[in-house]
């Protein structure tokens, strides 16, 4: 059962997204592109949640699933020990198959487009349900570490496509507050994996292997849905070289004629990447022209799961979703790393632990897309998954150790890492806020070509950008 923080934070959650719909409808958006958002993350981020939390319950059912199949093939007891060994692998092999997704979310999403690579990754899904759905009957542990990679393949690639479909299909003053939807359906999956756990619906002993397969009922709903949803207008633009089709998507999801200033800035990067082919992830190392904007990817990403929310298994609250709307970005991961650190360095180890609202907004989901151009920001989506999975890997692996080595001190590493985080962000990571991918990459250049003449910097008058109205979705 939940907890009254708990039942308080994830209702709340609820409040912050038909809050952001009604705002974005009565501000005169398109309800299209409302329901393009519930309908991509559906079967997207809230899988990531979803899958995470539907672990919990069965655990005790599928260790002992594990002694008997053992027993029935090889007439041999397991120590537990070896049974606890065979279970952590099944948890952990998610995470490997969600650093297995975010590798290969850039050339999918190149070739088969955003909202396409989003369909096709259900595919993983589906095969994931349809081996653990199975694995009783045919006992077979073995089949549900297989489901267990599979649906991490799909996390991964949903973990990067969606924030990647949201940030290049929303308005610029709707940005923020669209692409925070990712991380705020994170949150509503983890919440649905608890509630379907509980032992009077999926989380009993009879029900287990259809508790894992039923992560298949939010992709199908994604099937059925987002193909009445048009794929990403810069995507059509910029990779595809379609300005019919990339207008006819901004009419769709905009609900009204295009504004020229929008359709000239999508034109004006696609002039700035005309004749280059998407970046690999191995050419943006060396490219001394992103080397601050990867450092700053490389380190949030990291950051976001070294900070120890999963260990917390807290997500964001309803503050971070204001914050996010009433200050600007980096001001906000500051504060963000600031306040997590010192709520984490509290946090006592017991079963009656304090639980803390942390801020986990959606700043690092949306960062790739407002700081790469088109031709890099697929190999930087694929870079920041990748961090993180192998970070929840290490976290994962790793934290047990703190715990009983540091007892109630555990967290104090991950103090230490909010800490650092917000003093790089603080000293290092322009403001990214309405403005312009010119304007930003100016801002960076003074850090990629300090001391040295910024060929690659934009004008100063371009670069007195006014910040247009932003839209707050708790505006009501």
């Not at 192998?390 to 540091?406: A, D, E, K, T, Y």
Request: proline letters at 4%; a neutral charge.
């Amino acid at each position: 059962m939940f907890s009254n923080t708990e039942l308080l934070f994830f209702i709340n959650k609820y409040i912050y997204i038909y809050v952001l719909c009604f705002h974005v409808t009565l501000q005169g958006s398109s309800l299209r592109l409302v329901l393009m958002v519930l309908a991509a993350g559906t079967g997207g981020t809230l899988q990531y949640g979803y899958n995470l939390a539907i672990m919990n319950a069965p655990t005790t059912f599928i260790q002992t699933f594990i002694n008997e199949t053992v027993r029935e093939r090889w007439a041999v007891q397991l120590e537990d020990y070896q049974v606890t060994l065979v279970w952590t692998i099944i948890v952990s092999i998610f995470s490997l198959g969600g650093l297995a997704g975010a590798l290969i979310t850039g050339p999918m999403s190149i070739h088969l487009g955003r909202k396409k690579c989003l369909l096709v990754n259900n595919v993983f899904l589906m095969a994931g349900a349809l081996f653990a759905v199975t694995s009783r009957v045919a006992r077979s542990f073995e089949m549900i570490i297989i489901s267990r990679i599979l649906v991490g393949i799909n996390c991964g690639i949903g973990m990067n496509v969606q924030p990647m479909y949201f940030g290049e299909s929303a308005p610029k003053h709707l940005r923020g507050a669209v692409s925070l939807t990712s991380a705020v359906f994170a949150a509503f999956g983890v919440m649905l994996g608890q509630v379907v756990g509980l032992r009077e619906i999926l989380g009993s002993e009879p029900c287990w292997q259809y508790l894992l397969a039923s992560n298949a009922i939010p992709g199908l709903i994604q099937l059925l849905t987002l193909p009445w949803f048009p794929e990403s207008p810069r995507y059509l633009l910029i990779d595809r070289g379609d300005k019919e089709a990339c207008i006819k998507a901004l009419r769709t999801l905009r609900g009204c004629e295009v504004q020229s200033s929008e359709l000239d800035e999508i034109l004006q990067e696609q002039a700035e990447t005309q004749g280059m082919r998407p970046r690999r992830i191995w050419e943006l190392f060396p490219d001394r022209s992103v080397r601050w904007q990867l450092i700053s990817v490389i380190i949030i990403s990291s950051a976001m799961q070294l900070c120890g929310n999963d260990s917390v298994r807290m997500g964001s609250c309803l503050c971070g979703d204001i914050l996010l709307e009433l200050t600007d970005r980096r001001h906000l991961t500051k504060p963000r790393y600031c306040i997590l650190g010192f709520s984490l360095s509290e946090e006592k180890n017991d079963n009656d632990s304090y639980r803390y609202f942390v801020i986990i907004s959606g700043v690092t989901g949306v960062l790739p897309t407002e700081i790469f151009n088109q031709a890099a920001r697929p190999a930087a989506y694929m870079i920041a998954g990748s961090m993180m999975w192998i970070n929840l890997f290490i976290v994962g692996m790793v934290f047990p150790f703190l715990v009983s080595g540091l007892k109630e001190y555990c967290f104090v590493p991950f103090a230490v890492v909010c800490l650092l985080s917000a003093v790089y962000v603080g000293m290092f990571l322009p403001e990214t806020q309405g403005k312009t991918l010119s304007v930003i990459t100016s801002e960076f250049n003074r850090l990629n070509f300090k001391g040295q003449n910024q060929k690659h910097s934009v004008s100063p008058t371009e670069a007195q950008y006014q910040l247009g109205e932003v839209l707050h979705s708790t505006s009501l």
